[in-house]
């Protein structure tokens, strides 16, 4: 994401073509914009389902369906939206692209870049980026459930004598939407588009007819009323501002699905579809609940003439699906960075589509999810109730958001200090109110996507603290490489005919299935080739820029060494690198044929003991998450048929 001459926060002056600078004309744009109304709007476009009813329903219904109140709620939800969606990501988080992809570590990577060497903040920088992806997982949990949960209940306002049926309803739709993950969503991704248009469409037509019947409602668009409401009922406006937030959860969708889209389609079908429908509909449900006060109970479904209702809850159904669609997708993204950027273990990872690099499935992310969701509906069994532990996580990515936001536009951007504080204090300051309302929240519920990102978060540095041990204690087992070819070429070692490849971290020292070929059995391959990978910090690295050799001083020994530079957007072939340099280069030592060769697996037998370095209980979990790691094979796309494994043991 970073240390790379791709990588570029681009600065405000300058508009970014993002990763479809290709598609050209009013036709590609129209369908990038639908593609981005199918899967980046999916969750912040279905909250009006929930965010006013939670909001009255809170507390006990300290938000009264008064006239004070209603005005100051929906003036204090367009604001918010206006604010943190509008103003902060679409007009400039969107900006912050690190060579055209956006999300929370991405950001983070960008600016533990523009910091430069000052090593002490850029690690505390990433650290706050893991953070941030950790919070996106407790997200992820809680996203589906409620969302399907707040539509399938629409069935208890259409027909009440079903009320016993939402929870397996809901339970069955989020089960086959698991289940078909392994298929990818290439297959149905051309309806997502033309389901939430329609969705869009439907709640703006649902939203103005009752604005029709009250337009007094629009002056609620005023900040008057919100600053009103605030000064007036201080502790009752906090209390609903920890349900106000639930109207911009998604908003992060915008920036971490940048690199599908492109940064225009994303604005423009921001400000031409979804803002003045969530805008509608949302003045609608203020002006129904003035008219009715009762309607507070579901003021979305209520809405809708009876007749539409049932149909209604068809259609939601289908956006919130498509919304959890869009989550889960999200955590097999940041799932593959972390796994890139070495804060996971390798995970079994499989593209499900020959020509979207990005759609991928994560079978172990994708069950854990599974539990998790549906664990959670079963517990809580209403959206009413999940509202609840809904909040938290999302406030808090919002201040990490940020905070890394005002590094780049101060360091990289060079924005002026007054600029920094104007942000930091309205659009900050807001997100800092909307984090501390919803720690009102934490012993209801709140505790549990603070729980599972702390999980994650302790897993994530555990895992990188662990390999850093590792790494050093296999270092010293290994050697020095130069001074091991030295060794060979002085030696009467054997030199029998065919080509090993060594996959290996570095070329500064030497693999243990190397050094362990020659001390047992005597002998070493006519062409031998180490193979490093180096995981570059940006998404992408051109084919063309992947592979450098290096000779190791002697260009008659036979040995050589390859580095392969990746992006974490980018496939491991180790074998297809190895193709595609032999038979662009003449040089005797690729003199090769990789489909030939014999791949040689350096294993590491990681032994237990109370070395310093780590607790004991992470050192569990570091050797708990290693024996649980896919195959490096598998993940090099090693031939298993020519695979030899070799290795020694390192303690920890």
């Known amino acids: ?79 918010s939206v206006t604010l943190i969606v509008s103003v902060k990501y679409v007009v400039f988080i969107l900006r912050a692209d690190n060579d055209g992809e956006g999300g929370v570590m991405a950001l983070a990577a960008l600016v533990r870049r523009v910091l430069g060497g000052v090593r002490g903040r850029a690690a505390a920088v990433m650290a706050l980026g893991v953070f941030g992806a950790s919070l996106f997982y407790g997200d992820s949990v809680i996203t589906p459930a409620i969302s399907v949960m707040s539509a399938v209940e629409g069935l208890k306002v259409a027909t009440p004598s079903l009320s016993h049926v939402v929870v397996p309803v809901a339970a069955t739709i989020l089960t086959l939407l698991f289940v078909a993950q392994r298929w990818g969503t290439h297959r149905v991704g051309s309806l997502f588009g033309p389901v939430m248009v329609l969705w869009f469409l439907a709640i703006a037509v649902a939203g103005v007819q009752e604005v029709l019947r009250r337009p007094g409602i629009l002056a609620g668009l005023s900040p008057t009323y919100a600053g009103a409401f605030l000064f007036d009922h201080p502790y009752i406006a906090f209390i609903a501002m920890g349900a106000v937030v639930l109207s911009i959860t998604g908003a992060e969708a915008l920036y971490a699905d940048m690199g599908h889209f492109g940064r225009r389609p994303i604005r423009r079908a921001w400000f031409a579809v979804v803002f003045p429908a969530l805008t509608l509909n949302y003045l609608g449900q203020g002006a129904l609940i003035l008219r009715d006060p009762h309607s507070t109970a579901n003021p979305f479904f209520l809405l809708l003439p009876g007749w539409a209702r049932v149909p209604m809850v068809v259609l939601a159904t289908l956006a919130t699906v498509i919304a959890s669609q869009a989550v889960i ?127 994650v978060f302790t897993i994530m540095k555990t895992w990188e603290r662990g390999r850093e041990i590792v790494t050093e204690r296999r270092t010293a087992k290994e050697g020095p490489l130069p001074e091991f070819v030295q060794t060979l070429r002085r030696s009467d070692v054997v030199r029998v005919p065919g080509t090993a490849v060594f996959p290996h971290p570095t070329k500064e020292t030497t693999p243990l299935a190397l050094r362990a070929n020659v001390e047992h059995n005597g002998v070493v391959h006519e062409h031998v080739v180490i193979v490093s990978t180096v995981d570059e910090n940006v998404p992408h690295v051109p084919v063309a820029d992947r592979a450098s050799v290096d000779d190791l001083g002697y260009r008659d020994d036979g040995i050589v060494h390859v580095t392969l530079r990746y992006g974490f957007q980018d496939d491991r072939d180790i074998p297809a690198a190895l193709r595609r340099l032999a038979s662009s280069r003449t040089d005797a030592e690729l003199n090769i044929d990789p489909d030939q060769a014999s791949y040689f697996l350096s294993k590491v037998t990681l032994q237990l003991t109370r070395a310093p370095g780590m607790r004991m209980w992470r050192k569990r979990l570091f050797l708990a998450l290693a024996n649980n790691a896919a195959s490096p094979a598998e993940r090099f796309a090693l031939p298993e048929l020519r695979l030899v494994v070799m290795g020694s043991q390192v303690d920890i």
């Open 1 to 79: 994401m970073t240390d790379s001459a791709h990588v570029t926060g681009t600065s405000p002056g300058k508009e970014s073509q993002g990763s479809h600078s290709g598609a050209s004309g009013t036709a590609g744009q129209l369908a990038l914009m639908l593609g981005a109304l199918g899967v980046v709007y999916g969750d912040i476009g279905t909250s009006p389902l929930y965010a006013l009813q939670t909001v009255f329903s809170i507390d006990h219904g300290a938000v009264r369906p008064t006239s004070g109140d209603v005005y100051g709620v929906i003036s204090l939800v367009f604001w």
């Open 329 to 455: 997708t999200g955590a097999f993204s940041v799932s593959r960075q972390a796994v890139r950027l070495g804060f996971l273990p390798y995970l079994r990872i499989r593209h499900t589509s020959p020509r979207e690099v990005g759609q991928v499935y994560v079978p172990a992310v994708n069950w854990i999810l599974f539990v998790g969701v549906v664990g959670l509906m079963l517990g809580f069994r209403s959206s009413e109730r999940l509202a609840t532990a809904y909040g938290v996580a999302v406030t808090a990515t919002l201040i990490i958001t940020t905070v890394l936001f005002l590094v780049v536009a101060r360091v990289h951007w060079g924005w002026a200090g007054w600029r920094l504080v104007v942000v930091a204090v309205v659009i900050g300051g807001a997100e800092v109110t909307y984090f501390a309302a919803n720690l009102t929240k934490v012993a209801h519920g709140g505790w549990l996507p603070l729980l599972i990102a702390l999980s």
